[in-house]
């Protein structure tokens, strides 16, 4: 089955920069498009970035010019390199395979003030 794993997530401080991983297995990765979302405490899921097969990518206004998301077809893992990170971009993110519609668990990232 279609399985998606994100990693990469822990605490820093603002300023601070992270890289998330999501890989996957159980899935033909080259042909689907990938996402990145995040849901902050008591606020809807929400959309970070996106990539297509094809390498094409799409940003949320709150995070161009900070976040870049790239993939990796032989290791089949997704990217979202997050730098300048401030207190509200503390949320749980999720990656998601645009083509098989499916979801990984999460991982947490929180950012000090």
């Known amino acids: 089955q279609v399985q998606l794993v994100e990693s990469g997530g822990g605490l820093v401080q603002a300023g601070g920069s992270l890289r998330l991983s999501c890989t996957t297995s159980?899935?033909?990765?080259?042909?689907?498009?990938m996402a990145w979302y995040r849901q902050a405490p008591g606020k809807q899921r929400e959309l970070v970035a996106t990539?297509?097969?094809?390498?094409?990518?799409i940003y949320a206004d709150s995070v161009k010019g900070r976040f870049t998301i790239s993939r990796d077809n032989a290791k089949n893992t997704v990217y979202l390199q997050m730098n300048s990170l401030k207190p509200e971009d503390t949320a749980v993110y999720y990656c998601?395979?645009?083509?098989?519609?499916?979801w990984g668990r999460g991982t947490q990232v929180t950012v000090s003030s």
């Open positions: 998601k395979s645009v083509w098989y519609n499916t």
């Open positions: 159980g899935m033909i990765f080259s042909i689907s498009g």
């Open positions: 990539i297509t097969s094809g390498g094409s990518t």
